[in-house]
Each structure stands twice: as structure tokens, then as C-alpha cells.
């Protein structure tokens, strides 16, 4: 489903893209883990070739968990007790291949025991997972921390697919993202799957005058209908982000061009001038949107906010 969820500004968290102390470094791990990144890419490549749906979990992930309390790993985080976790909030639901995550850092640990972080295991995961689709490839920064806490109501912070562009800005720029950030980021969506209920509010009785949301292609919306029947659906029935959902490339953004857009907040790229000058922009060139959305992901993986370094992925030390 992208890297969006679930609508709800309620309690702002203010983020900080890393500086000062905090600040990560490309050989943070030169002297203590040299071989981090081939571990974790070997680690990612194993389970791509079992099944193609990883790259767009992977990536999905890293999104959803530096949006919350930056890039600290806390969607891994189980729940326990009374405290339901990140992955186990709604718009996490959906969230799968954490497995690669616990192998790549079992894979870490048995190298150099307590000294790589979750979430720089993450980030560099995500960073495969474009790449063993198709996409660019980029230096991580490294050196983020884990965090400790992991609340399944924070998840409601999380960009919606509902969202209009005004809300999707003001997400973006909470976390210090631009609206260029929001633009090459969304591109995202070029891999992997949403189900009907992420979008079944443009198809079937949009508003008070329209059936279907009159941004939507018509033919585009029949063939959603037809796969969201109102009716005795099947349990996982959805459809791709963009029509070719396992290779990184720019197909989403001349989807949007075509009225094809999945989401609204997708489609809604098309609303302000700006914006729609970067979805145009990245549609007539691959090039582009691959140098965009690698700053961009830079960028927005360098959001920090942990303390430790976990010895198991899924709970805290």
C-alpha cells in the first residue's frame, strides 16, 4: 500500500533531520563493521528471490517508521503487555517481510556483536530493496540508534491515502521534508500493492454529486470496481500501486498524468502548480525522479531519534 495509512493529525511529534551529535557518517561502521553492507544486501537478495513483494515491504517500512519517531526502528518493536506496538497499529496492519530484518541481523551480530543498529539495518535494507528493483543505488549514511518505545497510536500520524495536498505538506514538512521531498518520495509507490480499502472511497459513492471521484480515469475506475466489488470480496482483493509494481521506475508518475492515480493523496500531486511540474518532470525522465528520490530518501532516513543498539530487533535491551 505505499508508505501511506491512517488519517489523523491529532499529537504532532516535532522531528530533526540529524545534526551536531547526532550526525551520521557514510564510515561510521569503517573501523567496528566493514562488511555491514554486504551482509544486509546479501540478506535482502536471499529473500527477494524467494518472493518479489519484499522490495515494496522493505522500503514501506523504513517509510512508516522514520515517519513516526524518526528512523529508530521502532515498527520492528513487538507489543508487549498492555503496550501495542507501531506494527500493530492499522495502518501497519498490512506491514509484512520483518523476517529479513531478523536475519540480516543475526547475519550482523554473529560479524560484530552490539555494535549495528536496527535501523541502520533497516535503512540500508530499504536502500536494496530499490535497487534489486530496478532503482538507483546511494551511499547510507549510518549510525542511527534504536529506539525504546513503540506505540501503536502514534501510527494515526502517518500520511493517508485520503489526503489532500495541503494535509500530505503539512505531514511532510512536520518531519522537515519539502514539497519536493513529498514529490520524489511518493514515487515510492512504484512498487507494490494497496488493497481495496485504501482506495474504495473514489469509487463508490464519492460525494454528494459524483459516484466516482471525478480525478479518476473512468476506465480506471471501472476496472477498480470491478476488482472492489461491493460485495462478497475477497479478503486480500486489491490491486498494484502502478502497472508495473515490482520494477522501480517512473511508470507512477505518468500514471498520475493519465488520471490513474491510485490514491487521492496520489493524484492530488496534480493540485498545486509546483507539485505538478515535479510529477511531469519526473515522468518525462527516469533520470530526474531517480536523482530526486535518492536525496530525498537521504534526507528523510537522516530524521533520528533512538538511544540504544539492540541485540534483537524486536524488543528493547
Known amino acids: ?21 547526532d550526525a551520521l557518517s557514510l564510515n561510521y ?21 524467494k518472493d518479489k513483494t519484499v522490495p515494496a515491504a522493505l522500503l514501506r517500512m523504513h517509510f512508516h517508521d522514520c515517519f513516526i519517531r524518526g528512523c529508530d526502528a521502532s515498527v520492528l518493536l513487538n507489543s ?31 560479524s560484530c556483536p552490539g555494535v549495528v543498529s536496527c535501523a541502520d539495518i533497516l535503512a540500508l535494507a530499504a536502500r536494496d530493496a530499490v535497487v534489486f528493483s530496478g532503482g538507483p543505488t546511494w551511499d547510507v549514511p549510518k549510525g542511527r540508534k534504536d ?12 500520511p493517508s491515502p485520503a489526503f489532500n495536498i495541503a ?3 503539512q505531514s511532510f514538512s512536520q518531519r522537515g521534508l519539502s514539497l519536493d521531498d513529498l514529490v520524489a518520495l511518493s514515487g515510492g509507490h512504484t512498487l507494490g500493492f494497496s488493497h481495496c480499502s485504501s482506495f474504495q472511497s473514489r469509487i463508490r459513492n464519492f460525494n454528494a454529486t459524483y459516484d466516482i471521484d471525478p480525478s479518476m480515469h473512468p476506465s480506471f ?16 482483493a486489491g490491486t498494484t500501486m502502478d502497472p508495473s509494481s515490482t520494477t522501480f521506475d517512473n ?18 500531486l496534480l493540485s498545486t502548480p509546483k507539485t505538478k ?33 539492540r541485540k534483537d530487533c524486536r524488543v528493547v535491551n
Not at 573501523?31 to 537478495?45: F, G, R
Not at 529506539?147 to 502517518?158: P, V
Not at 475506475?221 to 486480500?236: F, G
Not at 519526473?282 to 532516513?301: G, T
Open 29 to 49: 561502521y569503517e573501523k567496528t563493521c566493514p562488511d555491514v553492507d554486504s551482509i544486509v544486501t546479501n540478506a535482502v537478495n536471499n529473500a527477494v528471490k
Open 147 to 158: 529506539g525504546r518505545k513503540s506505540r501503536a497510536s502514534e501510527t494515526t500520524q502517518l
Open 221 to 236: 475506475a471501472a476496472s477498480l470496481r470491478s476488482i472492489c466489488p461491493k460485495s462478497n470480496r475477497a479478503k486480500n
Open 80 to 110: 508487549k503487555g498492555n503496550n501495542k506496538a507501531e506494527k500493530d497499529g492499522p495502518p501497519n496492519a498490512s506491514l509484512h517481510a520483518f523476517f529479513v530484518i531478523d536475519n540480516a541481523k543475526k547475519e550482523v551480530e554473529a
Open 1 to 21: 500500500m505505499g508508505f501511506v495509512a491512517a488519517l489523523c493529525l491529532s499529537s504532532v511529534l516535532v522531528f530533526s533531520i540529524s545534526s551536531g551529535a
Open 167 to 169: 494535509q500530505l505538506q
Open 277 to 309: 511540474d515535479l510529477v511531469t518532470k519526473f515522468a518525462s525522465s527516469k533520470a530526474n525522479f531517480n536523482k530526486a528520490f535518492v536525496s530525498s530518501m537521504i534526507k528523510m532516513s537522516s530524521i533520528t531519534g533512538g538511544q540504544e543498539v
Open 251 to 268: 511508470t507512477y508518475f505518468k500514471s498520475i498524468l493519465q488520471k490513474k492515480g491510485l490514491f487521492s493523496s496520489d493524484q492530488s
